[in-house]
């Protein structure tokens, strides 16, 4: 069945560092993907997506790319701030159906 | 868009009584989904609808648990009676779901904080 992987946490990093959280998928067809961000106290609220191969979702200086043939979907940003610390979740939507397929989070911590 | 609204935020209730959770989800949206959130599970599907009609409940974890959606524009979760071990986070969300096209995202209220003591 559908599943989405992504790396486990906790992340800590340096203000300013590079961000990489990695997410695989397992799909059939050609599934939608989704990265969501969750602060604390809040619901999970949609970062960036993208809807076929090769595309490149970004926001906020996020970005992460639909890479068919290595079936992930990375989440990167060049230099992360003390706001970004936060709980990063990867999701896949299938094509054909309304389930959604969330990761188990992970957990980003930026100190100054 | 006010975007999806739960209520109540917070819920405290002692074992063995009854708690409703309500969501009202974004308006023209046609699938409502409910999640629960916990450290030990991390977020689980309980049960989405789709026009306002149950297509799967398999994560719903027992009977006491319920939900329904009487109109486009509201639905409730019922727990009954209630258990510590359902202490959570039960979160709301809502997508338009365009001829069974999937790249529409979900969009999340900011949940229920459950506590059972």
């Known amino acids: 069945g559908d599943s989405v992987t992504q790396m486990e946490g906790p992340v800590t990093l340096s203000e300013e560092a590079f961000l990489t959280i990695n997410c695989t998928y397992t799909a059939t067809g050609y599934p939608s993907l989704f990265w969501y961000v969750q602060y604390p106290g809040e619901g999970l609220q949609l970062l960036l997506k993208?809807?076929?191969?090769?595309d490149k979702g970004s926001n906020k200086g996020f970005e992460a790319t639909y890479r068919k043939e290595t079936t992930s979907f990375h989440l990167e940003k060049g230099s992360v701030q003390v706001s970004d610390s936060a709980v990063y979740f990867c999701?896949?939507?299938?094509?054909?159906?309304?389930?959604?397929?969330f990761g188990t989070g992970t957990s980003l911590t930026v100190i100054p | 868009d006010a975007g999806v609204i739960q209520s109540p935020r917070h819920e405290v209730t002692e074992m063995g009584q009854e708690v409703t959770l309500r969501c009202k989800p974004i308006?023209?949206?046609?699938?409502l989904f409910w999640y629960r959130q916990t450290m030990m599970r991390g977020l689980e599907l309980l049960i989405y609808f789709n026009n306002n009609v149950p297509i799967d409940d398999s994560g719903m974890p027992e009977d006491r648990f319920s939900a329904k959606m009487p109109n486009a524009s509201f639905s409730t979760l019922k727990i009954q009676p209630s258990e510590p071990r359902d202490s959570a986070v039960y979160f709301c969300?809502?997508?338009?779901?365009?001829?069974?096209?999937?790249?529409?995202?979900?969009?999340f209220g900011n949940g229920t904080r459950l506590t059972v003591t």
């Open positions: 969300a809502s997508s338009l779901r365009d001829r069974g096209l999937g790249n529409s995202p979900l969009h």
């Open positions: 308006s023209g949206h046609n699938s």
């Open positions: 999701a896949l939507s299938a094509f054909s159906g309304n389930q959604f397929y």
């Open positions: 993208a809807t076929k191969a090769d």
